[in-house]
């Protein structure tokens, strides 16, 4: 198991790390993208940053989704109690105000985990929010994406190719979550997540944790669409 996220980390260091800021038009408009943390590093000997987060999203949508998750329009922080905030568009965002909420202790985790994008929850709970607790957490949120947060990415234009039981992402995520090596820091925020599968894997996320790990095939394919995805950066960047 380990040997295959070793290899994974390995084969993806061929591509550039993108940091915050940097335009989204120079992404791709499908794939997979793989998140790192700073002073979160692989546990395969030396110092490379390990992989916290594996997502993909639906057609043509993976620009939109990076950009929900570092926040681009920031005039979504222009919420009310009839709108929701932008940790509603991205998990991603929920899980770490979720983190930061009982690391404080903060009774707001409560109201925090209601999604407020149905317009039934907007209606029902919308009085108990506190519309200026949650732009700060918001804040601090992006905050944190923008300065540790980085990421790779590799082009798959096939939407059945990235999700569901014949897609890669479920089985990248397997990879990862089931090396015993890449472990947490005693400093990772995500050790005061709510959510127990984040405490235990060490990834900012809960789906596809026990998922069957890539086979010699898939890694084939995965180095493929690597040199691919290269290509494909050399050539419009």
């Known amino acids: 198991m380990s040997k295959k996220c070793r ?18 038009d120079m992404l791709p408009k499908n794939g997979i993208y793989f998140f790192y943390e700073d002073g979160e590093f692989w546990g395969h000997n030396g110092d490379l940053l390990r992989i916290v987060r594996i997502g993909t999203h639906r057609s043509d949508n993976f620009r939109n ?4 998750h570092f926040l681009f329009k920031e005039n979504k922080m222009n919420f009310d109690k009839n709108r929701p ?28 985990e209601i999604d407020f994008l149905p317009k039934e929850n907007r209606i029902k709970y919308g009085h108990l929010r506190d519309i200026e607790k949650e732009k700060l957490v918001e804040s601090r949120i992006t ?57 235990n894997s060490g990834l900012w996320l809960k789906q596809h944790l026990n998922a069957s790990e890539i086979d010699e095939k898939d890694m084939v394919k995965i180095e493929t669409l690597i040199q691919k995805t290269k290509k494909w950066i050399e050539a419009n960047w």
Do not use: M
């Open 65 to 68: 989704r990076i950009a929900e």
């Open 7 to 24: 290899w994974l980390h390995e084969a993806l260091e061929v591509l550039p790390l993108i940091r915050y800021p940097f335009k989204l």
């Open 85 to 112: 905030k932008p940790s509603d568009r991205s998990i991603f965002r929920k899980n770490i105000g979720r983190a930061l909420l009982n690391r404080d202790n903060d009774p707001y985790l409560e109201i925090w």
């Open 143 to 199: 905050e944190i994406l923008r300065k540790k947060f980085s990421f790779r990415f590799i082009i798959i234009e096939r939407e059945e190719e990235r999700i569901g039981t014949k897609g890669l992402e479920s089985k990248l995520i397997g990879t990862v979550a089931r090396c015993k090596k890449c472990r947490p820091s005693e400093s990772w925020l995500g050790r005061y997540s709510p959510v127990q599968e984040i405490r």
